[in-house]
């Protein structure tokens, strides 16, 4: 067993240390997220040195690397600075749905425009009042004899309103037997008519990018708009979840490595009775525990990223990684904020937006209560 | 039995105040959190109400009612969704010094505008390098003829733009023991050489306005001094119980709040085959261990506000109620959004705004690790 990167993989890892140090800024980080703008500059720049799509093929603008690879990318920008790497990590959110159930066509219409930072992308699944159930989606698509008509409300979808394309969940098919086989997922245009988004407004993380309630209105869409198989949406958004959850624990790792750093950095500094923080033996417990904990996220995630890339998916892993991965996060960042004390509930000291970054990470894509259904589900089965 | 004893008194008090935010609070608070302050028209409107300064004693201005009314104002206010209007520090924490350890004349001209909301207090304790290590304070005073000087920066102060009267913690330069080297100032608004700084940008807060604040050859009556001179950490310590109580007090109820929003949201939001969340089983459980957890607060709370009023010595145990209600806050916030999920992390949800707001819990008045230094070095440990 080999728990050493490769030598192309330290070179990305490197390489894009070297890219935060030349482009990553505190004040405009912290100046964009306020004001709700996003780093246009910056991405172009990530995009440039292929940072965007990695695991794309290269054929569509990729490097025809694996998902372990956009992990390392992924948890170095998060590292640096949390806002600013979720802000880039998440341009093309949704987009591995076409990667993975996209026909050519669609791969080369959607693909390249999303690694080259020309559009963005938007998974429109959420509803209203859903919670956690994806099986509860009321959105439809009616077929037609040209293609279907989308029909239906998804709440704040991440990107909604900047997004070129949706990848959207609708229900096809309301007499399947089981919830599962009624759902199917396409692909649309953001621009057709009948779309209109009404901003969600602010939120606990990525305020660069935009939020809105995505209304589809009898949106006409071509045959070529279904994504994957009918009847298979329920599974395909599964599938893409398993992906994304081991991103999103790369995300949590390089958040928490973060947050880590400018703990120690400022306990290394920071005096109070006669000694640096980093004297008081309470001091010493909190790094040990925070240290640990980095370790067996950091663990997890590449696991679960190198299992992905041998082409088991392992659903059940990718969840405990995330899991795992998010409640370190939280757990790191939190105890930062409380090692700067009142620095650290101010938003010039940063510890706090990576606790912000890290809850966010922590509830999407399924809070702890959805990983731990997916993990049962794997080890004892569905609960009928 | 009750541990503590509302009367209809306090309870028709606590209908008159929620029915005040309900009509004049609530309505603004949006826009209070957008401003990043809240107007002065508001706390006028709370002292015109009688909602302010409910403890202070009647023959210099207050109300005189008991420290149940206190905890109701914290309780409706914590209602609010907001903490922009914080009265409990005004008014149980700030004004309390001016009541114990002002002369006559101090109580005579400052506690009547304290009462009515025309007068709004901040206390100046912590600064730059001087957090957990208040004997680390760099501002000084000196006194120079009648007169006080005051030199030093402040900063993280709660009301801080706000504040028409700042209690300053300073420092005799000439004292060598420096446990034995604090005085407590009152600076009024507009005294040359007192300017505020930046208003500070939080993760929470939104609606208050936490500033720093400067004091540049700042001129003072020497009459403003509060108690005796170098007894500035006695006076602190004296007053820390119940300090330290209003924090668990306002603990306690942002986790009652945030409980009962959960509750709601798992009764109402239903699975795909139309079963309420809260009939889950794992989430069920879940909503009990919170609810227990609440509870146990709750008597932890009212044992301590009983004791207290009763005029008892529960530093020790006041310190562990910080420590430990402001904990509990964390661990239930972060559960509840665990529970309501991704639509939890949109400002709109407004539950989220409790999660942000409260993390500053166990940071503010004594950091959770020095309630615990406390406890230990009271406990013989």
Not at chain 1, 17 to 33: A, S
Not at chain 1, 73 to 96: F, H, V
Request: aromatic share 8%; proline share 2%; with cysteine.
């Amino acid at each position: 067993m080999d728990f050493t990167l490769t030598k192309s993989q330290k070179e990305i890892q490197k390489a894009v240390r070297d890219f935060v140090k030349g482009e990553f800024d505190k004040d405009m980080g912290l100046d964009l997220e306020k004001e709700r703008a996003y780093p246009a500059e910056v991405l172009a720049a990530a995009c440039d040195l292929g940072f965007i799509g990695i695991h794309f093929p290269e054929k569509y603008a990729g490097a025809d690397l694996g998902l372990f690879e956009n992990c390392l990318i992924g948890e170095e920008l998060c590292r640096k600075d949390s806002t600013l790497g979720l802000a880039l990590m998440l341009t093309g959110y949704g987009a591995e749905c076409v990667l993975r159930f996209g026909n050519d066509a669609q791969k080369e219409k959607y693909l390249p425009v999303v690694a080259e930072g020309k559009a963005f992308s938007a998974a429109a699944f959420l509803e209203a009042g859903q919670g956690f159930d994806l099986r509860t989606v009321q959105a439809t698509a009616r077929k037609e004899a040209d293609g279907w008509v989308i029909s239906g409300a998804k709440t704040l979808v991440l990107n909604g309103g900047s997004a070129g394309f949706y990848v959207v969940l609708c229900r096809t098919d309301d007499a399947a037997p089981t919830p599962d086989g009624r759902l199917s997922m396409f692909v649309v245009d953001a621009d057709l008519p009948g779309i209109s988004c009404q901003d969600a407004g602010r939120r606990m993380s990525c305020n660069m990018l935009s939020a809105a309630d995505v209304t589809f209105d009898s949106v006409k869409v071509g045959a070529d708009a279904l994504l994957g198989t009918e009847g298979k949406g329920f599974a395909q958004v599964n599938a893409y979840f398993n992906e994304l959850r081991v991103v999103l624990a790369a995300l949590a790792v390089g958040i928490a490595q973060g947050a880590y750093e400018k703990a120690l950095d400022y306990i290394k500094q920071r005096e109070q009775f006669g000694k640096k923080l980093v004297e008081f033996h309470i001091t010493w417990h909190k790094v040990a525990d925070m240290a640990a904990r980095i370790e067996c996220a950091r663990t997890f995630a590449y696991r679960a990223a190198w299992t992905f890339d041998q082409g088991k998916l392992d659903a059940g892993l990718a969840a405990m990684a995330k899991m795992t991965a998010a409640k370190t996060a939280v757990a790191v960042a939190y105890e930062a904020i409380q090692l700067y004390g009142g620095y650290g509930f101010m938003t010039e000291y940063e510890v706090e937006h990576f606790y912000r970054d890290a809850k966010f990470i922590d509830l999407f894509c399924g809070a702890v209560g959805v990983q731990k259904d997916v993990i049962a589900g794997t080890i004892v089965g569905k609960i009928k | 039995m009750d541990i503590l004893h509302y009367t209809e008194a306090h309870e028709a008090f606590r209908k008159r105040l929620r029915e005040f935010c309900e009509k004049e609070i609530t309505p603004h608070v949006e826009e209070w959190e957008a401003n990043h302050i809240v107007p002065k028209s508001a706390w006028k409107a709370m002292g015109r109400e009688g909602f302010l300064c409910t403890n202070a004693p009647a023959a210099y201005g207050g109300h005189g009612l008991d420290f149940l009314y206190s905890v109701i104002v914290a309780e409706e206010l914590a209602r609010t969704n907001h903490t922009g209007l914080a009265a409990p520090l005004h008014s149980d924490i700030v004004v309390p010094y001016i009541v114990s350890y002002g002369s006559e004349e101090i109580k005579k001209k400052y506690i009547p505008g304290c009462t009515s909301g025309d007068i709004i207090t901040a206390v100046a304790m912590t600064e730059p390098d001087a957090g957990s290590d208040v004997a680390a304070m760099t501002t000084i005073a000196v006194e120079e003829g009648d007169e006080v000087v005051i030199n030093g920066s402040k900063t993280f102060i709660t009301n801080g733009i706000n504040a028409d009267l700042v209690v300053v913690a300073a420092k005799d330069p000439a004292a060598e023991n420096p446990h034995q080297a604090v005085s407590l100032y009152i600076v009024e608004d507009g005294t040359p050489g007192f300017t505020r700084g930046r208003h500070l940008e939080k993760m929470g807060f939104h609606s208050q306005d936490t500033a720093e604040l400067f004091f540049t050859n700042c001129r003072i009556p020497k009459g403003n001094i509060l108690g005796e001179k170098n007894s500035g950490f006695i006076m602190l310590m004296e007053k820390l119980q119940q300090e330290r109580l209003i924090c668990a007090v306002m603990a306690q109820f942002a986790v009652e709040i945030m409980v009962e929003a959960v509750v709601g949201y798992c009764k109402g939001t239903k699975d795909t085959t139309g079963k309420p969340y809260s009939k889950h089983q794992a989430v069920n459980f879940q909503l009990v261990e919170m609810m227990t957890d609440a509870h146990i607060g709750r008597v932890f709370m009212e044992k301590l506000v009983a004791d207290h009023m009763e005029g008892k010595n529960v530093v020790r145990e006041t310190c562990m109620a910080k420590y430990w209600h402001t904990d509990l806050t964390q661990k239930i916030s972060n559960q509840v959004l665990d529970l309501i999920g991704e639509e939890a992390t949109a400002e709109r949800s407004l539950i989220l705004r409790g999660w942000r707001d409260l993390r500053v819990l166990p940071i503010f008045a004594g950091t959770n690790e020095i309630m615990k230094l406390v406890v230990g070095k009271m406990s013989g440990l």
